[in-house]
C-alpha cells in the first residue's frame, strides 16, 4: 500500500534523529521493534474485535488513567508514568486510541444524529471526561489537549457549523481579551450589538438574541482575563510568549521558542548537514529530542528537510483522510477522520510551537520524537485503522 | 444529507493543506529570507580561536640573523571552571600575592570579561616560568597556557632602525580592523614600516561549544579553519659586523653615523647614539623599562637621531656651496677670496680662525674657510644674470633641495624628518618682503642660520658627491622573503639625479675633499691603501659646544662607502667624529684595523659622562 512507504520512510527519517542522542538510541530502537511487533498483532487480530470491545477498551484505560496518579511513580514532578524497570508507560498516550474507537462505535450507530442535543452531550462527554481526567489528575495539559482534535471528526459527522463558528468566535474573543483593555472591548462589542440591533430591529426575538450573545461575550471577555490572572505563572508566560506581550527575556521564558527558532532558522536552505547541527546536538534547545525534535530536522536538513518532513506527515493525514471516505461502515470511517484530526493536531501544535505559531505545550511529533508511549500509541492507533480498512470490503453497507 | 456531510471532507482538508501551507511559508521565511538566526546560531555555538602568525625573521645584509621570535605563554583562565583551587600554592608558583591574585581574578569576572570567556590571567611568562608551571598546572582546573611569540635579538644592535613591538589599542583597532585590541604591531623602525610584510596572516580556528560553553572539537573537522600564514622575512642592508662596530665606537657619545654604499643607496651602518638593548623593549619588562629610558634627559636613548635629529649641516654645506658657486659660473677653482679671521665686507662677520689668506677653492675647503663661502654665498645669490635676488635665491634653494635637503630622503626608515632650507616666504616674513639681502642671510653659506639636515640627509649629500651628481634613495631593506624584486623596493631602483649634472664640478669639490686627507684637516687619519675623500667640520650649536662633524667617502674611484658623522658637543671634527668614520671606512673595506691605538681612544672616550676638553681647532 502507498502510505505504507511513507510510514516506512518516516520511520528512517526517525532513525537518523535518535542517533544523535546516543544513550537514548537504544532504547528507542528497542521502541521502533516493539511498534513493529504490535503492529503485526494488530493486524492479526480480527477486525471485529475493536468493533466489539471499543467501550471495554475505553473504560479500561480509563481506569488506568484514573489510577495512574495513585499507583505511578513521580518521573519529573509528573505524575501519569507506570514504570517498568528502565521503561516507562504514559496510559494518557493509549487513551488517544480508546477514545478514537469508543466515539466511533457511538456514532456509527445508524440511531444516532449527532446534531441531537443529547447525542452531542454524550459526545462531549465522551471526548471530555479523558481531557479533563489527564488535565485534572495528571496535570498534563499537551495530553490533554490533543482530544480537542476530535472537532474535525464531529464536523464530518455532522456537528452544526455554528457550533464551530461560536468556538471559533470565543476563541477570538479569548485573544482579544488578553491583548485588548478590557473596557475597550466592552465597548467594541455594544457597539457591535447596537448595530446588529439597527439592522434587524423588526424582530424582538431576535432583539433577545443579539442581547444576550453580548451579555456572553462580555462575561467571557471578563471570565477570560480572570483565568489568565488564575493561571499557572509559567502557562502565563507561555501565552505571553506566543502573543508578543510585554518584555519577553529571551533567556529566562523566552528562551524555549528563541533558541528553537534560531536552530531551525540557522538550518538555511539545505541544512548544515546530517550530525552537524550546532544548537541542537549541543543543548542550546531543550527537549530537543522530544517536544522539539522539529529542531533537528530544521538545523540539520533545513528548509528542504522540515517541507518533506510536513509534506511527508501532511500526505499521510490527507491520504488516511481518503481511506476514511472510501469506508463503507460508519465506524471505519469516524475511526480514520479520528486518526487524521489526532496526527494532524499533534503535527500542527508541534511544529507550530517550534517555529513560533503555536504556544508551547509539550506534545510530540508523531513517529519523531523519542517516547515509546506516544510511539506505541500511534502505532496502534494508525493500525487499528489499516486493519480495518483491508476489510473494508467485506463489510456491508 | 450523507452526501452533504461527505461534502464536508474537502473543507476539513481544505484546512489541513491551509495549515501545511503556513507552515512551509513560516519556515522559508525563517531559514531562508532571515538571516539573523543563522548570526545567532553562530554566535551561541562557534568560538572564534585566533592563531597567531609568526612574525617575520630580520636578517643583514650577509643573512646573519638580526631578529627572530621566541615562545612565551599566556596564563589564560576561565573563571566558571575554576574550582577548588589551592590559591596558596598558585600564588606561590606564580609568585604572586594573594590580593593580587583576586584583583586579577576579579577583572577576569568583571565586563568586558565574563566568567564564561578566557582572558588573559599573566601575560608572556617566559619558557622557564612556563615549564614549571606547566607540571602543576593540572591542579588548576580553569587555568591553561596559550603561546604567542615575542621577538628576540641575538646582537644587540640597530635597536632604532628595527623599531619595537607593542600592542594595538582601541584607536588602532578602529583604524585597522585587522587587528583586535592586544594584538601585536610594529610601533617604529622598519617593524612598522613593513609591517604589513613582517605581521603574516593570523589564522582561525572555528571551535564548537555547547550550553555551558564546554569545548566540542572543531567545527566540521577544520573545514573552514584558516592556518595562520607566517610573515615574510627581511634581508635588511645593514652590515651587521660593521654596524656593531660602529656602535663600539660611539659609545658614550652622543650623536649618529650613518654609512650608505652610494652605488646602491643602501645603508650599511645606522647608528643613534646612546642606543639600548632592543631585548628591553619586549614582553612583560617592556613597560618599565621603556619609562626607565624615557627618564635619560641627558642621552635620550628612545631619540632616533639618525632619522629625528636636525642638526646645523655646517662645513658640510660649504660644498653644496662650492657646487652651486662652480655650476653658476660664478666660481672657478681659481676664485680667491680673503678671510680676516672672518668675512670681511660684513666686519668679519662669520668669523672665521687662523689660516692663511687668501686662498683658492681647494685650499678653502680643506681649511673650511667661513669667509671664502660667505663670498661665494653672496655671488650666487647676487648673480646677475637673475637681475633679481628672489629668482637667484629660489634658484639656489632648488639646487640645494635636489641634494635632498630639506626635504624626506624618502627612505624606508620610520618617522623621518624633513630638515629645513628656508624659503623666500620664511624670510619674507621674518624680515619683511624686500627687506632682506644676501648679506642679511649670509650665514646660510657656510651651513648655519635655518639650515638643518639629518644625519641620514648628511650620508646621502657625501653619496651624492662621491657619484657626482645622483643617488638612489638610501634604504634598509635588501629583499624582502627573498626576493630583491619585490614591488615594495621599486622606489629604490630608481636613480635620482640632483641640479648639478656636470661632473668636472664635482671633480673640482672631490679634489679638495682629497686633499683634506692628503695633508689637510684629516691628514692624521690616512687609511694605507685606500685614497679617500673628507670634510671635517663643526657645527656651531646655539646650545652649547660644537657639534663635531665629518663626512667622507672611500675610496675616490668607484666609491664604495660613503660616511656621515655627528658627535653632539664634541667640537672639531677631526678629533671624534673623523677618526670614527675612518676607522669604520677601514673596517669595512680592509675588514681589519691598522689603528689600534685611534680604535682603543674611540672606544674608550667618554663624551657624556665626564667632561671632555674640547680640542681647538689648529688649522
Known amino acids: 500500500m502507498g502510505w505504507m512507504n511513507i510510514y516506512a520512510a518516516v520511520y528512517n527519517e526517525e532513525h537518523y534523529v535518535i542517533t544523535d542522542i546516543s544513550q537514548k538510541y537504544g532504547k528507542q530502537l528497542i521502541w521502533i521493534v516493539s511498534s513493529i511487533v504490535l503492529a503485526i498483532i494488530i493486524l492479526i487480530i480480527d477486525e471485529n474485535f475493536y468493533t466489539a470491545f471499543a467501550y471495554l477498551i475505553f473504560g479500561i484505560f480509563l481506569v488506568a488513567n484514573i489510577a495512574v496518579p495513585f499507583l505511578g511513580r513521580e518521573v519529573k514532578g509528573s505524575r501519569s508514568w507506570f514504570r517498568f524497570g528502565d521503561f516507562g508507560i504514559q496510559p494518557a498516550e493509549f487513551m488517544k486510541f480508546a477514545t478514537n474507537l469508543a466515539l466511533a462505535k457511538f456514532l456509527s450507530n445508524q440511531n444516532i444524529k449527532i446534531a441531537d442535543y443529547k447525542n452531542t452531550f454524550i459526545t462531549l462527554i465522551l471526548i471530555g471526561v479523558p481531557l479533563l481526567i489527564i488535565k485534572v489528575l495528571q496535570d498534563e495539559t499537551g495530553l490533554a489537549i490533543v482530544f480537542v482534535a476530535f472537532i474535525f471528526t464531529l464536523y464530518r459527522e455532522g456537528l452544526s457549523v455554528n457550533y464551530l463558528l461560536l468556538g471559533f468566535l470565543a476563541i477570538v474573543l479569548f485573544i482579544l481579551a488578553l491583548l485588548i483593555n478590557n473596557t475597550y472591548l466592552f465597548v467594541i462589542i455594544a457597539s457591535l450589538c447596537i448595530i446588529a440591533v439597527v439592522v434587524v430591529r423588526k424582530n424582538a426575538r431576535n432583539l433577545f438574541i443579539i442581547a444576550a450573545v453580548g451579555i456572553v461575550a462580555c462575561t467571557m471577555v471578563k471570565g477570560t482575563s480572570m483565568v489568565y490572572e488564575h493561571m499557572e505563572p509559567h502557562q502565563k508566560i507561555r501565552i505571553d510568549v506566543l502573543l508578543g506581550r510585554g518584555t519577553v527575556d529571551l533567556k529566562k521564558e523566552g528562551y524555549n521558542v528563541n533558541q528553537a527558532k534560531i536552530a531551525i532558522g540557522s538550518g538555511g536552505f539545505l541544512g548544515k548537514g546530517y550530525l552537524q547541527g550546532t544548537q541542537t546536538k549541543y543543548d542550546f534547545v531543550p527537549e530537543q529530542d522530544t517536544d522539539f525534535i522539529f529542531c533537528t530536522v530544521g538545523e540539520e536538513w533545513g528548509f528542504v528537510g522540515s517541507t518533506i518532513v510536513i509534506v511527508l506527515l501532511l500526505t499521510l493525514i490527507i491520504r488516511v483522510v481518503f481511506m476514511a471516505e472510501r469506508q463503507r461502515s460508519p465506524f471505519s470511517r469516524i475511526y480514520g477522520y479520528g486518526v487524521a484530526s489526532v496526527l494532524f493536531f499533534h503535527l500542527t501544535v508541534n511544529v507550530g510551537m517550534t517555529i513560533g505559531l503555536a504556544p508551547v505545550i509539550g506534545i510530540p511529533l508523531p513517529f519523531f520524537s523519542y517516547g515509546g508511549s506516544s510511539l506505541w500509541s500511534f502505532t496502534i492507533l494508525l493500525f487499528i485503522f489499516i486493519k480495518l480498512d483491508s476489510h473494508r470490503l467485506q463489510i456491508l453497507r | ?619
Open chain 2, 1 to 619: 444529507m450523507n452526501h452533504q456531510l461527505a461534502e464536508r471532507k474537502y473543507i476539513i482538508i481544505g484546512v489541513f493543506l491551509l495549515v501545511g501551507l503556513a507552515f512551509i511559508t513560516r519556515l522559508f521565511y525563517i531559514q531562508v529570507i532571515d538571516d539573523s538566526y543563522k548570526l545567532d546560531a553562530r554566535n551561541q555555538a562557534f568560538r572564534y580561536q585566533t592563531e597567531f602568525p609568526l612574525r617575520g625573521y630580520i636578517y643583514d645584509r650577509n643573512n646573519k640573523l638580526l631578529v627572530y621570535n621566541e615562545a612565551a605563554y599566556d596564563l589564560m583562565v576561565l573563571p566558571k571552571d575554576v574550582k577548588k583551587i589551592d590559591t596558596a600554592d598558585f600564588c606561590d608558583l606564580l609568585g604572586i600575592t594573594k590580593a593580587v591574585f583576586i584583583r586579577k581574578m576579579i577583572k577576569a569576572v568583571q565586563a568586558p570579561n565574563s566568567p564564561k570567556r578566557e582572558s588573559i590571567f599573566e601575560k608572556q611568562l617566559s619558557p622557564r616560568e612556563y615549564a614549571s608551571l606547566q607540571e602543576r598546572l593540572y591542579r588548576f582546573p580553569g587555568f591553561y597556557v596559550q603561546s604567542r611569540t615575542l621577538r628576540k635579538y641575538p646582537r644587540t644592535i640597530a635597536a632604532h632602525m628595527l623599531g619595537y613591538i607593542g600592542e594595538a589599542d582601541k584607536a588602532m583597532t578602529v583604524k585597522d580592523p585587522f587587528y583586535k585590541e592586544g594584538d601585536y604591531l610594529g610601533i617604529s623602525g622598519i617593524e612598522k614600516t613593513y609591517e604589513k610584510v613582517l605581521r603574516g596572516k593570523k589564522g582561525l580556528h572555528i571551535m564548537m561549544v555547547d550550553v555551558n560553553n564546554s569545548n566540542k572539537g572543531s567545527y566540521m573537522n577544520g573545514l573552514y579553519d584558516t592556518a595562520a600564514i607566517p610573515g615574510k622575512p627581511l634581508t635588511t642592508t645593514i652590515d651587521g659586523d660593521l654596524q656593531a662596530y660602529a656602535e663600539q665606537l660611539m659609545q658614550n657619545k652622543i650623536g649618529s653615523v650613518v654609512a650608505l654604499d652610494p652605488q646602491t643607496g643602501e645603508i650599511l651602518a645606522i647608528v643613534t647614539s646612546p642606543t639600548y638593548d632592543p631585548n628591553l623593549l619586549v614582553g612583560r619588562a617592556r613597560n618599565k623599562n621603556f619609562a626607565r629610558l624615557s627618564l635619560d634627559s641627558i642621552g635620550k636613548p628612545l631619540f632616533n637621531r639618525s632619522t629625528m635629529a636636525s642638526y646645523p649641516p655646517g662645513s658640510t654645506f660649504k660644498l653644496v656651496m662650492a657646487l652651486i658657486g662652480l655650476n653658476e659660473g660664478v666660481l672657478t677653482p681659481h676664485t680667491f677670496y680673503p678671510c680676516a679671521r672672518g668675512y670681511p665686507p660684513l666686519g668679519g662677520h662669520p668669523k672665521c680662525h687662523a689660516h692663511p689668506s687668501p686662498q683658492d677653492l681647494t685650499g678653502a675647503i680643506g681649511t673650511s674657510c667661513n669667509s671664502y663661502f660667505s663670498f661665494v654665498f653672496k655671488s650666487v645669490i647676487e648673480d646677475r644674470k637673475y637681475h633679481d635676488t628672489y629668482k637667484a635665491f629660489q634658484n639656489w634653494r632648488d639646487i640645494a633641495t635636489s641634494f635632498c635637503l630639506g626635504t624626506k630622503t624618502g627612505s624606508d626608515l620610520a618617522n623621518e624628518l624633513r630638515g629645513n632650507v628656508p624659503t623666500i616666504k620664511y624670510y619674507d616674513k621674518v624680515f619683511g618682503k624686500g627687506s632682506w639681502k644676501a648679506s642679511t642671510v649670509i650665514s646660510l653659506g657656510i651651513g648655519q642660520a635655518e639650515l638643518g639636515i639629518t644625519p641620514l640627509q648628511n650620508a646621502n649629500l657625501v653619496a651624492i658627491i662621491a657619484n657626482k651628481g645622483w643617488y638612489y634613495t638610501p634604504h634598509i631593506v635588501k629583499s624582502i622573503a627573498g626576493n630583491p624584486n619585490d614591488s615594495l623596493l621599486d622606489r629604490f631602483k630608481v636613480k635620482h639625479y640632483t641640479e648639478i649634472k656636470d661632473s668636472a664640478v664635482y671633480m673640482n669639490v672631490i679634489r679638495g675633499m682629497a686633499r683634506a686627507v692628503e695633508g689637510g684637516t684629516a691628514g692624521a687619519l690616512k687609511i694605507e691603501g685606500i685614497p679617500y675623500c673628507a670634510k671635517t667640520g663643526t657645527a656651531q650649536n646655539p646650545h652649547g659646544n660644537d657639534h663635531s662633524v665629518f663626512v667622507c667617502f672611500a675610496p675616490i674611484e668607484n666609491p664604495k662607502i660613503a660616511v656621515g658623522i655627528l658627535i653632539e658637543n664634541a667640537g672639531f671634527g677631526a678629533t671624534w667624529a673623523g677618526p670614527i668614520a675612518r676607522l669604520m671606512v677601514e673596517k669595512y673595506l680592509k675588514g681589519k684595523i691598522t689603528r689600534p691605538d685611534l680604535e682603543k681612544r674611540m672606544i674608550e672616550g667618554d663624551l657624556i659622562h665626564k667632561k671632555q676638553p674640547v680640542a681647538k681647532p689648529k688649522h
